[in-house]
């Protein structure tokens, strides 16, 4: 569901074991003072922004800030979320200070529609809200749909269906289809659907997480999208202390440094659901974001850095207890560091969701890369 001001520290090693205290302190342009420092629960130059959380809930009927998606046009950047219960909501900051968002109009406007992803198609000066649709009147399965929009005018248009659950472990525990990420795959020549699917229950939480990732491709970008598996993707490597539950989301990060290269090579990130059983009973679920990397062309990943960004585990903490889905943008103000933008839960029954960034250094991307 800032302003940077580089400086990001270098090592050769980002295993997530060790911590640092680097700070830098920054003064946005528009007056939001704040700083960088080393993120608690995530690998050594993984940094938050000391102002964080950067967009809270609206009120206590929605409660929650999920799943950010994030694109820069020009000297703005775009940022769209979902609510508790529906509705994709817009909001936009300048690239001058990237932690500072104002919302505009709800993109959509509808019951049960989750976890967004944005395509930009410069060529055609157009936007593809990608996103999850429970289907009413129960909600008890969902499909991917995508709305068109034009840049500057952001009216999206009636939605189309691009996925619908087919396979049976699409289906397992639930059926449904989300978390879209989509991107043109240069060395295919097709647009690929990663996706996740299925459905755990976190029952400490309350609350319901997808079980697993898969992947489809087209030649158009609104489909129709053929399965590129039949069997769930595979994300080797565990996670040290914590056993691995589900799948949220998997996004290759937007660097050109990580982009899936004709040798098979490219980094991503993906969020998975995790339980820690040597935790207080009530407290063992949790939400961790990895750095992965893939050496078969996208089509399964093996684990580079566990703890790329996890929860605090801070009483009284926005991301005490999860950090969920997420999207990257390189940082307008630091060609040496990219920007994460994700949502945190501050805990686990009747807890509610914000949304956050933090920054980390473009050398980590390089040295997944080449891992």
Same mark, same amino acid.
């Given at each position: ?90 909001? #936009? ?13 709800? =993109? ?19 936007? @593809? ?45 639930? =059926? ?5 990420? #989509? ?7 097709? +647009? ?8 755990? $229950? ?23 999208? @053929? ?15 914590? @056993? ?16 899936? @290269? ?33 050496? $078969?062309?996208?089509?399964?990943? $093996?684990?580079? #850095? ?15 207890? +999860? ?38 250094? #473009? ?9």
């Amino acid at each position: 569901m800032g302003c940077a001001c580089g400086g990001c520290s270098k090592t050769s090693c980002y295993n997530g074991e060790r911590t640092s205290h680097t700070r830098r302190q920054c003064t946005g342009p528009k007056g939001s003072e704040g700083e960088w420092q080393q993120a608690v629960g995530a690998a050594e130059g993984v940094q938050d922004w000391s102002l964080n959380p950067i967009i809270r809930p609206p009120g206590k009927l929605n409660w929650i800030v999920g799943d950010p998606t994030v694109l820069q046009v020009g000297e703005e950047i775009h940022m769209w979320t979902n609510g508790a219960l529906g509705n994709i909501q817009h909001y #936009v900051a300048s690239s001058s200070d990237p932690t500072s968002f104002k919302q505009l109009a709800d =993109s959509v406007v509808d019951f049960g529609t989750v976890r967004p992803y944005i395509f930009h198609n410069k060529e055609a000066n157009k936007v @593809t809200l990608f996103y999850e649709q429970f289907e009413c009147p129960f909600f008890q399965s969902s499909h991917i749909a995508a709305r068109e929009a034009e840049v500057g005018k952001w009216k999206f248009g009636p939605a189309t269906t691009i996925l619908k659950p087919k396979l049976p472990w699409e289906k397992e525990g639930q =059926s449904r289809v989300g978390n879209a990420f #989509v991107y043109y795959n240069t060395v295919k020549g097709k +647009y690929w659907l990663y996706y996740s699917c299925g459905k755990v $229950d976190v029952t400490d939480s309350g609350i319901a997480e997808p079980l697993n990732f898969g992947l489809a491709q087209s030649d158009q970008l609104l489909g129709p999208y @053929t399965r590129v598996l039949e069997k769930p993707m595979e994300v080797r490597g565990d996670i040290p202390g914590l @056993t691995i539950i589900g799948n949220g989301s998997l996004k290759i990060i937007k660097s050109p440094y990580a982009d899936i @290269t004709a040798n098979g090579v490219g980094v991503a990130l993906c969020n998975r659901i995790t339980k820690n059983l040597s935790a207080e009973e009530g407290k063992q679920s949790g939400s961790t974001v990895s750095m992965i990397r893939t050496s $078969d062309g996208g089509l399964s990943w $093996d684990t580079v #850095v566990p703890k790329f960004l996890g929860p605090s585990l801070l009483s009284d903490n926005w991301k005490e207890a +999860y950090v969920y889905a997420f999207d990257t943008l390189p940082n307008p103000l630091d060609q040496s560091s990219e920007l994460i933008y994700y949502n945190g839960r501050n805990g686990w029954k009747d807890a509610y969701e914000e949304a956050g960034v933090s920054r980390f250094p #473009v050398e980590m991307i390089r040295d997944a890369a080449c891992a």
